[in-house]
């Protein structure tokens, strides 16, 4: 299997990425038992079949050691060479306090040993408290790690477009903000992509699929419950479908979504990625991996062909119409781990 052309963005110049990237959040203990020599298997043909580029965090259970374990195989296999198809993004998520350069370095230091390189290709930050300005010194410290050539390239993950400003406006250039985006939660239209347009940042995505709520699998099904939502992803964006409009009105988005699938000859998760793949400054979608569990390689690849037209979208308004406005709801991206 190979993917188009089209499956890949270049997203800053040293960086040719796959615009489905493998998100490595499920590998972190919620979502079933992973076992390590399958997943690094399982990686293998990820990487073979075009998708290439891998998210994780500091914080996803063992995502890190993964990527280095998988990198090792990679070069005893196939050659150091073999690299340069890969793309590895990780998270640092500290706790708010004081910032210095050591804590800063020491940190960075522990996922590039974890990963197995020299340089991070992506280092994306998260920060819990805005009350707490210590942010604006962990990112000068990772700019000058950047300038050291420890970091290619500095990010962001749930800033909010008030803070990202903040941030450009303190003089850290910063080429990416990882934020929840979907056909249930568009809060990025409202402000965010404008802003990130202006400022030539990119955005990726994540929650496109709704923890999977976005699929055939819950079309026409009665509202799932407890011991029903069996994943950390399932019980947190069945909450949001929720605060978007309930279990009814999904329904009917459901409706609307199997329809254009079926028009097009392709899935609902299809029709939801390639929606957000569409809107202005997305570089990329953040598929769950569930390695040596389940993949969708073949299904995730017709993404790439498929062509969304004014009628569909005119279809999906029309139900995104009812809903309620999450902007107001919850607040900008990011807003909801700030509570």
Not at 84 to 98: D, Y
Request: net charge neutral.
């Amino acid at each position: 299997m190979n993917l188009p052309e089209s499956s890949r963005i270049q997203f800053t110049p040293d960086l040719n990425i796959c615009r489905v990237l493998n998100g490595m959040w499920q590998v972190s203990g919620g979502h079933g038992r992973i076992n390590q020599d399958a997943a690094i298997q399982t990686m293998f043909k990820y990487l073979d079949a075009g998708y290439t580029t891998w998210d994780m965090a500091d914080h996803y259970g063992p995502a890190e050691d993964f990527i280095g374990e998988f990198r090792r195989q990679l070069i005893a296999t196939r050659g150091e060479a073999a690299l340069s198809n890969l793309q590895a993004f990780t998270k640092w998520v500290p706790r708010p306090g004081k910032m210095t350069r050591k804590l800063v370095e020491d940190n960075i230091d522990i996922s590039r040993r974890r990963m197995k390189v020299d340089c991070l290709d992506l280092m994306q930050f998260h920060w819990w408290e805005y009350g707490d300005k210590n942010y604006l010194d962990a990112l000068k410290h990772m700019a000058d790690l950047q300038t050291e050539g420890k970091i290619k390239h500095l990010a962001l993950t749930n800033f909010d477009t008030e803070h990202l400003k903040i941030i450009l406006d303190n003089g850290i250039k910063i080429v990416s903000n990882q934020v929840q985006f979907s056909i249930v939660d568009r809060r990025p239209e409202v402000a965010m992509i404008q802003f990130c347009q202006q400022h030539d940042i990119k955005l990726f995505t994540y929650g496109t699929l709704c923890g999977g709520l976005l699929s055939e699998k819950y079309l026409g099904q009665p509202e799932p419950r407890g011991g029903q939502l069996d994943t950390v992803s399932l019980r947190k964006y069945k909450n949001m479908v929720d605060a978007w409009g309930g279990w009814d009105l999904f329904q009917e988005l459901l409706s609307v979504l199997k329809g254009i699938a079926d028009k097009h000859g392709v899935s609902i998760p299809n029709v939801a990625v390639r929606y957000i793949l569409d809107k202005p400054a997305v570089a990329g979608v953040i598929v769950g991996a569930r390695l040596g569990i389940s993949a969708h390689l073949e299904d995730n690849a017709k993404v790439f062909d498929l062509h969304l037209d004014d009628s569909d979208l005119k279809q999906i308004d029309a139900i995104t119409n009812k809903s309620r406005d999450l902007f107001k709801l919850i607040g900008d991206c990011g807003d909801e781990y700030r509570r």
